[in-house]
């Protein structure tokens, strides 16, 4: 079965200082990881998916497999960056597709300070 | 991008009633859907899978009876909580995804806020 795992429910920063959101997992195949973001009284958005590579409002997160993380990283965090944040998981086939349900983690709060 | 609209935001009833939550997706035919429980400040646990014209797949735990999915066109799934309970009192998230497979991905509603007296 698989796991997601984000150790700090609470993480608080002053504006421009790097944010570091922790991720782990565990599964016993090559899952597909994503970042989920819930802004104060909005409904729950994707932020990004590893297999896009993509940077999105600056946030960036690199699957590391050796240690089971995908750690979401912003070198300067803003205020409007302030949410809860969710790691997520999705199984892959044998073929590597990924497919079915998500399994969250149980999400951190960022508050970023003026 | 996809909306997924859930229908009501929120919903306050007396202890026994049964109360219907709408989930639609607007833009798109939504293959599959999933119901979520939210508890404050925690994270979303998923209650149920639902697939067009099949029935519901069910997480452990989750009473299918207590919790009825009807997923009856490819626009719309209801989760019906029957005899509600103070402690059915949760937020309920519906999530539509045009498909199964890795490009498809989840579209989330705004949620419903139960309130059960």
């Known amino acids: 079965a698989q796991r997601v795992t984000q150790p700090e429910k609470l993480l608080s920063v002053f504006k421009g200082a790097p944010v570091e959101l922790k991720c782990n997992y565990s599964?016993?195949?090559?899952?597909?990881l994503f970042w989920y973001v819930q802004y104060s009284r909005q409904r729950l958005q994707l932020l990004l998916r590893h297999i896009s590579r993509e940077s999105i409002k600056g946030f960036t997160a690199d699957l590391n497999k050796g240690e089971t993380s995908f750690h979401l990283k912003k070198p300067f965090a803003q205020e409007e960056d302030s949410a809860m944040y969710y790691c997520a998981l999705r199984r892959t086939n044998a073929g590597g597709t990924s497919y079915g349900k998500l399994t969250f983690g149980q999400g951190t709060i960022l508050t970023v300070h003026p | 991008g996809a909306v997924v609209s859930q229908h009501p935001s929120r919903v306050i009833c007396k202890s026994g009633t049964s109360v219907k939550i709408e989930c639609r997706s607007l833009?798109?035919?939504?293959?599959?859907m999933f119901w979520y429980r939210q508890f404050p400040k925690k994270s979303l646990m998923l209650m149920a899978t639902s697939n067009e014209g099949s029935k519901a797949t069910y997480e452990q735990g989750v009473e299918k009876d207590k919790f009825l999915i009807n997923h009856a066109s490819l626009t719309l799934s209801t989760l019906t909580v029957t005899s509600a309970h103070p402690e059915d009192s949760s937020f309920y998230i519906c999530?539509?995804?045009?498909?199964?497979?890795?490009?498809?991905?989840?579209?989330f509603g705004a949620g419903t806020r139960l309130s059960v007296l």
């Open positions: 599964y016993s195949g090559s899952p597909e």
């Open positions: 833009d798109f035919q939504a293959t599959t």
């Open positions: 999530s539509a995804s045009p498909g199964w497979l890795a490009k498809n991905i989840q579209y």
